[in-house]
């Protein structure tokens, strides 16, 4: 490998016609060790190299132009390059082709040139191109849906140590698609992916070990991968998190840790965190009772179809708890919750001239 305090000397003194030599030129200019890096200049070596047919420079030269990286961000000429890396049987490149195609980036969308490209990369072993191309036969995207195909080509990528494709594949496993049902290869895979880190994941396994799906019931288990989920940000977990909590399930019972679990996943649009942080609020666990805090999080959660909240806001009218009385509001909460099933509801129209 040429470094850059290489090149000054031999650039003057030789014809470097040699398209390797003038991509390890390039290559010197684009990956720095610790050195200022100078893509113009890379560019300029690797045109040199590709025009003469060199795959990697090709290749580094559609990405630059993808980037838009020491010349102007041209997607249409990224294709050409990458196309033509592709034509030579340069993986990355028909994964990057593959992906241009799917997606619409510098072509138009053609999924069917998107499979061709993937499968081709995909036989390779590169466990991207397996994984996209998973997808494409689980939905039938370019390709006749055949969720068999897919399990064999998430199976190929997850082995590799791609957590989405291990991720997918413990949902095959768990539902039954496209291979048999097995419920502890679906907690085995979901357990690879969530070493890994894989938010979702981790919130599914947490649900193996709560409720012995796969593996040993494990409340304590199932709070740490529910934990590890929600620091991540997942809404899910973190409501599970809030329910651990209030309960004392697999640790120990805590209104207020309930409380600021419940809160971050209602911030993300969870209604049934919104419907039990209204909750905490009423009773004042875990938080200090404040009426305008129940309507403002019972509304939030009744706006998105939550009975439970639509039901008590109708009785939040109806008493008069927070809000003036008006029962005519009263019915058309009750009437909202009625019409989604609630029992309650349907009894208080019935009871009410409502019906």
Not at 47 to 72: E, K, P
Not at 134 to 156: N, T
Not at 201 to 207: E, K
Not at 294 to 317: E, M, S
Request: proline share 0%.
């Amino acid at each position: 490998m040429i470094k850059q305090g290489e090149i000054v000397d031999t650039t003057d003194v030789i014809e470097l016609e040699d398209p390797n030599d003038q991509f390890n030129i390039g290559d010197a200019y684009y990956n720095t060790d610790g050195e200022e890096q100078d893509s113009k200049e890379a560019v300029k070596w690797f045109r040199l190299a590709a025009n003469q047919g060199h795959v990697l420079a090709q290749y580094y030269l559609a990405t630059c132009y993808y980037h838009g990286d020491g010349v102007d961000k041209d997607k249409k000429l990224a294709v050409e390059w990458w196309q033509k890396a592709a034509e030579q049987g340069f993986s990355m490149a028909q994964f990057d082709l593959g992906c241009c195609n799917y997606f619409g980036e510098g072509t138009a969308v053609d999924m069917e040139t998107a499979v061709k490209w993937w499968l081709k990369s995909a036989k390779q072993g590169l466990y991207q191109a397996q994984y996209f191309l998973a997808i494409c036969y689980y939905h039938g995207d370019g390709v006749k849906m055949d969720k068999k195909e897919a399990v064999k080509w998430y199976r190929k990528a997850a082995e590799q140590g791609d957590a989405d494709a291990q991720f997918e594949l413990a949902k095959c496993y768990n539902e039954g698609i496209g291979v048999r049902e097995n419920k502890k290869a679906a907690a085995e895979w979901y357990g690879k992916a969530a070493e890994q880190g894989h938010a979702d994941a981790q919130f599914y396994l947490g649900v193996c070990y709560s409720d012995g799906i796969g593996v040993k019931k494990d409340l304590k288990k199932a709070f740490e991968w529910w934990k590890k989920a929600a620091e991540q940000g997942m809404s899910d977990a973190q409501f599970n998190l809030g329910v651990s909590y209030k309960f004392g399930k697999g640790v120990k019972k805590d209104f207020a840790q309930a409380v600021k679990w419940y809160r971050l996943a209602a911030e993300q649009g969870d209604d049934m965190a919104q419907f039990n942080l209204s909750n905490c609020y009423f009773y004042g666990e875990g938080v200090e009772e404040d009426e305008a805090e129940v309507l403002k999080w019972l509304r939030k959660a009744a706006k998105q179809g939550h009975t439970g909240a639509q039901y008590n806001l109708g009785i939040c009218y109806e008493v008069g708890y927070g809000v003036r009385k008006n029962k005519r509001t009263a019915a058309g909460w009750y009437r909202k919750a009625a019409a989604l099933g609630d029992e309650q509801a349907k009894e208080w129209l019935e009871e009410n001239g409502y019906a």
